[in-house]
């Protein structure tokens, strides 16, 4: 859990922000995904959920074009989703993670942050409640439409 509660400082925070602002200036916003990825890095360990939301954006843009950074943007962006609580959406990028990186500590320590965000939080049976709510729905409108039949 204390790796989802490493924050930023605000100075830190700012110089990252200059540095891809100058960037992206210079470039007529052709940030190097280098600066891209090192931006959305700063972003997702800010205490703001609109900079965690901004990062998210960003290591999108970044994953769906794969280089040298691609292991770091994977990382990060499950990381991202777990701080924004969207546990299904880091779960797929943590299956894709664990395929590519099988042996990575990093990755391991992110299955961990998982695993207790979501007992925390009890995700993971309310998902077990909606598949059975599901069912019983489903059943109710099996029975329903072969009462009406007869």
């Given at each position: 859990m204390e790796l989802i509660?490493?924050?930023?400082?605000?100075?830190?925070?700012?110089?990252?922000?200059?540095?891809y602002q100058i960037q992206y200036s210079r470039t007529g916003g052709n940030v190097d995904s280098?600066?891209?990825?090192?931006y959305a890095d700063c972003l997702s360990?800010?205490?703001?959920?609109?900079?965690?939301?901004?990062?998210?954006?960003l290591l999108l843009d970044l994953y769906y074009q794969p280089?040298?950074?691609?292991?770091?943007?994977?990382?990060?962006?499950?990381?991202?989703?777990l701080k924004l609580?969207?546990?299904d959406v880091a779960l797929n990028y943590m299956n894709e993670y664990?395929?590519?990186y099988p042996n990575d500590k990093d990755g391991r320590a992110l299955e961990e942050a998982y695993d207790e965000m979501v007992d925390l939080t009890g995700e993971r049976n309310l998902g077990l409640e909606q598949v059975s709510f599901a069912l019983v729905f489903?059943?109710?409108?099996?029975?329903?439409g072969l009462a009406l039949f007869k």
């Open positions: 509660n490493d924050f930023i400082s605000v100075e830190e925070l700012r110089a990252c922000k200059t540095q280098t600066t891209s990825a090192q360990r800010s205490e703001d959920p609109n900079d965690i939301r901004e990062s998210a954006t280089d040298e950074n691609h292991q770091h943007v994977l990382y990060t962006l499950i990381f991202t989703n609580r969207n546990y664990s395929d590519i489903f059943g109710g409108l099996i029975s329903l």
